[in-house]
């Protein structure tokens, strides 16, 4: 279920946040490869990531998932 919630919440992001969040958290790339790879600086990339977690937590608590850290 929680596969699908986030497939599902990574489909709304749009495709360029969504390849940078996948460039993170998927293929582990670090935040100066992605700012280089997207044109972006690096605080714009961490600021984009920041923001996208965010939105993904508050996503999956609507759905009834969440979790302590």
Not at 20 to 31: K, T
Not at 57 to 64: I, Q, T
């Amino acid at each position: 279920r929680i596969e699908r919630l986030i497939d599902t919440f990574l489909w709304q992001l749009g495709e360029e946040k969504r390849n940078i969040f996948l460039r993170r958290y998927w293929y582990f790339d670090s935040i100066s490869a992605i700012s280089k790879q997207f044109g972006f600086s690096e605080g714009k990339v961490k600021m984009m990531l920041h923001r996208a977690r965010r939105r993904l937590m508050k996503y999956l608590a609507e759905r009834g998932i969440s979790y302590d850290y």
